[in-house]
């Protein structure tokens, strides 16, 4: 433009081109003299080249759309630069004519492979992998990975030799094993919430009780008659952190959450799959299967004598969940694991404390609920209701619709997805919260009530429950598929990923978790 002054420094500033369909937005534009350069921010180092330090191709490529923008918008642009904050050097690239037509033809390339509606495979140990920030979110090496063992068929074996075991690829552990982020419970009656810049500020009466951070927490669980303000909803939505809602005595009753969740094709792919028997009974057999492998498990761990009869019994309903050909039968063999399960639990709850005539007794004699008749059923109904939060938050982390599940059917809100994820997860997250909850003495008879028929936790025994199950949810656990330790709060959001790589075609089955 003519009007334009002799020197500026703008930064985040965007442009986009119609005709390429493409949005630059760039770190700083600096005009002299009638110039305009964009400048992009890097945190590595330049390239060495032949002729000197020069940029990397992708680093090219994105500057050369810079500047195609910004001539498209009547701008006169001759160079880019980049800066890279590792050595503190600028380096420029001349916007030739070869550039630009290698940058349309890439973007050209992005839109034909957008059109295709086919997922590209991942990238095969490549060194990019590690620094960038969406690995988490591609997991490259664990789709590999899951789809080979998944797919390659056994060796034959030779002169009656046993055949051989297939060799996996290795995966590098290229998400953290534990996220920075911590949940926030709020269990105090009659506490307000409300907003300070980016702090939330937790009140009763006008008396500060505590200061967080926004951007120290992954999600904020409210838990009865605690309220919270419009600015503070707004601001913990702005920063993509859930809002979660629950009953004094645990009942999960819903969600907050901000319009982060764009992924519409992951959920028409979901909404299309859970209307086909034949996916929905497979992906249902393998959950049922890895719950009830993962209860086995739990007994012969943790119980003081467990019964052979119970774990072969439970090892049958394995082989029998494996072969199901219906939904409804699933059903009868989980509820029929269930009560095997169940009917040893008792042989696992050890308290240290001996306990008075008065108080409440960790007496076990099968599972009840709506509501809870004991002090064990009381910690279980809550120990699942936090569980199928969490999962209903990874849900929406990835993309999906947590109400719309394959083995758990549709139900007036009801988290159907997040209820199929948690399967496999019931025995070894809350079940076993609740057994270090109890073996440990962090809850104790004197932190429960009896209101009629029902048991219920007090203030303070929902606060150590809380602490046990969140130290269950940071406990370091090694992936039987990957090989690597991740806490089961980021496992949960792997194996959701993971899901979605079934559901787009990039795996063929779902790789339930389980532990040995």
Not at 331 to 359: C, S, T, W
Not at 374 to 390: E, F, I, M, R, T
Request: aromatic share 8%; hydrophobic share 40%.
């Amino acid at each position: 433009p003519a009007d334009l002054p002799e020197s500026i420094h703008s930064r985040s500033v965007m442009l986009a081109s119609e005709r390429l369909r493409v949005i630059a937005k760039m770190d700083l534009v600096e005009v002299e003299g009638g110039r305009v350069t964009p400048v992009d921010y890097k945190h590595g180092r330049p390239r060495e080249g032949p002729q000197g330090l020069e940029l990397w191709p992708s680093d090219q490529a994105q500057l050369a759309l810079q500047g195609i923008v910004l001539r498209e918008n009547g701008y006169r642009c001759d160079e880019g630069i980049v800066y890279y904050r590792k050595t503190g050097q600028r380096v420029r690239v001349e916007f030739t004519g070869a550039l630009m037509a290698q940058a349309e033809e890439l973007i050209g390339n992005a839109w034909a492979t957008a059109a295709a509606g086919e997922i590209p495979p991942p990238l095969v140990d490549s060194p990019k992998c590690p620094g960038c920030s969406l690995v988490g979110i591609c997991l490259p090496d664990e789709t590999w990975s899951a789809g080979e063992a998944q797919s390659e068929p056994q060796q034959l074996a030779l002169f009656g030799t046993e055949p051989r075991k297939p060799v996996r690829r290795e995966v590098r552990p290229l998400v953290t094993p534990r996220g920075e982020l911590r949940p926030l419970y709020l269990n105090t009656q009659g506490v307000r919430v409300g907003k300070s810049s980016a702090v939330l500020q937790i009140k009763e009466d006008r008396t500060l009780l505590q200061e967080v951070r926004i951007g120290e927490i992954c999600q904020v669980n409210l838990m009865g008659n605690v309220q919270i303000s419009t600015q503070a909803v707004q601001g913990l939505c702005e920063a993509g952190v859930p809002i979660c809602y629950f009953s004094m005595g645990g009942w999960f009753y819903g969600i907050t959450i901000g319009l982060n969740e764009k992924n519409v094709f992951l959920r028409r792919g979901q909404f299309r799959l859970s209307e086909q028997d034949y996916f929905a009974t497979a992906l249902a057999r393998r959950l049922v299967a890895g719950k009830i492998r993962n209860q086995r498990t739990l007994l012969q761990r943790n119980h003081i004598e467990p019964a052979p009869t119970t774990l072969a019994r439970l090892k049958e309903m394995v082989d029998r969940a494996e072969a199901a050909a219906s939904l409804d039968e699933l059903l009868g063999i989980e509820g029929n694991a269930a009560r095997l399960y169940f009917g040893d639990f008792r042989g696992m709850i050890k308290p240290d404390e001996q306990v008075h005539a008065e108080e409440l007794a960790f007496d076990f004699e099968g599972r009840n609920r709506r509501p809870p008749r004991d002090p064990v059923n009381a910690l279980l109904s809550l120990g699942y209701s936090l569980l199928a939060k969490d999962l209903t938050v990874a849900c929406y982390a990835v993309g999906f619709d947590p109400y719309v599940g394959f083995y758990h059917q549709p139900r007036f809100g009801r988290p159907a997805l997040a209820l199929d994820l948690m399967e496999p997860f019931r025995p070894l997250i809350a079940d076993s919260a609740v057994l270090t909850a109890v073996n440990t003495g962090m809850v104790t008879p004197r932190d429960f009530v009896r209101v009629g028929g029902s048991v219920a936790l007090t203030a303070a025994g929902r606060k150590a429950f809380f602490r046990a199950y969140e130290l269950r949810m940071d406990t370091l656990v090694t992936h039987p598929l990957f090989d690597y330790r991740v806490s089961y709060r980021r496992l949960l959001e792997i194996q959701s990923r993971l899901l979605a790589r079934v559901l787009e075609g990039e795996i063929a089955q779902y790789p339930v978790f389980t532990t040995r």
